[in-house]
């Protein structure tokens, strides 16, 4: 009986949180030549040539890109190598570690739950987490004993201080502030993804009893906010934060190779996260973190912050959905309302950035950063990951640009130059 309840349950959940079809039905990404979505082949040409560059100086291991416009991929290539020391060839259906980009994904999960009236942006997250009830400013800090102080908060953390990274959360290991470094380790709170043996749960009930950089609302901090809105989501929910994206967003869009925790069949497909060592690539060694966690450890941890993997394709079917309104082969994720309230300035004079604002999931380019050249027209929306993975996508131009690498401790300039070379590439 108790089995049949809960199989009856999992039916009822699913009927529930199915995607609703819509009118508009555009259809899932393709390849077609470039001359058919107004881009010139010839110009798309030069991204090989400084993609390959790129490689022979050693600046990056490898390489995988994609380009698309009007919902037609006109550019899907990989370069070099996944993993230099066994020889492994990189693949265009290859999988990384996408990192910060599981940010969108998660801000896109909570605003379809808002959508639902689960809740209003402005709620106290305290509402939902209790935990965060009881929220302070750092005042002083010991290094002596990690002892600390603090002054209660003049506003409380709210679901859009979350979304936007106003809260005063900070970020642990790799926070700017080396006292918040020292509070979050001490607690045991768990920063960007693990293989350890804890869930999202146990760790947000731990960050939210630690002090805040400043005041809810008063500035933009990168944070861990939303691993807090992937607890969240499984509250409001009442799903397992890693089934409501697969049943909501990855299968009804067909994102087959995204995943918290890659499937066996998937493990051959991860590309390796490489640093260069002597003028060679290596494989990077445990730090604070495993880079095997997609494949390996207890897999419990479902990081809504950075702990996605995925391929180029899957992510530019992602960003598809948002060019599209919310819409892709006739399943509706958002509506277009929806995505105008997640492109718009939300907070303003908290983020030093002439160039953009930060929406509910990206940041996006305004006028100063349209004329400043090279990042896409105004309303363009991007960010990136921890390993060297970057993604824009413009309105305007209904083009996407997907570029995916691995590495730490290195830098390259591959990045910003492929995005100038995407916009010298439109032909119409």
């Not at 070099?80 to 492994?88: F, L």
């Not at 809260?167 to 470094?181: C, K, L, Q, T, V």
């Not at 804890?198 to 500035?219: D, R, T, W, Y």
């Amino acid at each position: 009986m108790k089995q049949l309840s809960i199989l009856f349950f999992s039916l009822f959940t699913l009927v529930t949180f199915a995607q609703t079809k819509s009118a508009t039905m555009s259809p899932p990404l393709s390849e077609a030549t470039a001359v058919s979505v107004g881009m010139s082949q010839e110009r798309l040409d030069k991204i090989d040539q400084m993609l390959t560059e790129t490689i022979n100086a050693g600046d990056i291991p490898g390489v995988v890109a994609l380009i698309a416009r009007n919902g037609k991929i006109v550019y899907h290539k990989a370069f070099g190598m996944a993993d230099n020391e066994s020889g492994r060839t990189l693949k265009r259906d290859d999988i990384f570690r996408i990192a910060s980009q599981s940010k969108a994904i998660t801000a896109t999960a909570a605003m379809m739950l808002w959508e639902e009236g689960k809740f209003r942006l402005d709620d106290p997250i305290s509402n939902y987490i209790p935990e965060f009830k009881d929220a302070g400013v750092l005042d002083t800090y010991s290094d002596a004993d990690g002892t600390y102080t603090t002054t209660p908060v003049s506003t409380p953390i709210t679901i859009r201080h979350l979304l936007t990274h106003t809260s005063g959360i900070g970020y642990g290991i790799i926070d700017g502030d080396e006292r918040f470094n020292k509070i979050y380790a001490k607690a045991g709170v768990t920063d960007l993804f693990t293989t350890k043996n804890i869930s999202i749960a146990e760790s947000v009930k731990k960050l939210a009893k630690l002090p805040l950089h400043h005041n809810p609302g008063e500035k933009f901090t990168y944070s861990e906010g939303l691993d807090v809105m992937g607890y969240f989501i499984e509250i409001v929910s009442g799903m397992p934060f890693d089934e409501f994206l697969r049943t909501r967003i990855f299968d009804p869009l067909g994102m087959n190779d995204t995943w918290f925790y890659l499937p066996k069949e998937k493990h051959s497909r991860l590309v390796s996260v490489q640093e260069p060592v002597d003028g060679k690539w290596k494989k990077l060694p445990v730090t604070f973190y495993d880079t095997d966690y997609p494949i390996k450890g207890k897999k419990r941890f479902f990081s809504g912050g950075a702990g996605l993997s995925s391929t180029v394709k899957d992510y530019a079917t992602f960003l598809q959905m948002y060019l599209n309104n919310g819409e892709l082969n006739g399943v509706r994720i958002l509506s277009r309302k929806t995505i105008e309230a997640i492109m718009g300035l939300q907070f303003d004079n908290v983020w030093d950035n002439d160039g953009a604002h930060y929406g509910l999931a990206f940041r996006v380019i305004n006028q100063t950063g349209q004329n400043a050249g090279g990042q896409g027209s105004v309303g363009t929306f991007s960010w990136g990951g921890y390993f060297n993975t970057q993604y824009f996508a413009d309105p305007q131009e209904k083009i996407i640009g997907v570029i995916f690498k691995q590495t730490q401790k290195s830098s390259d300039e591959a990045s910003w130059k492929f995005s100038q070379l995407v916009w010298q590439s439109i032909d119409d």
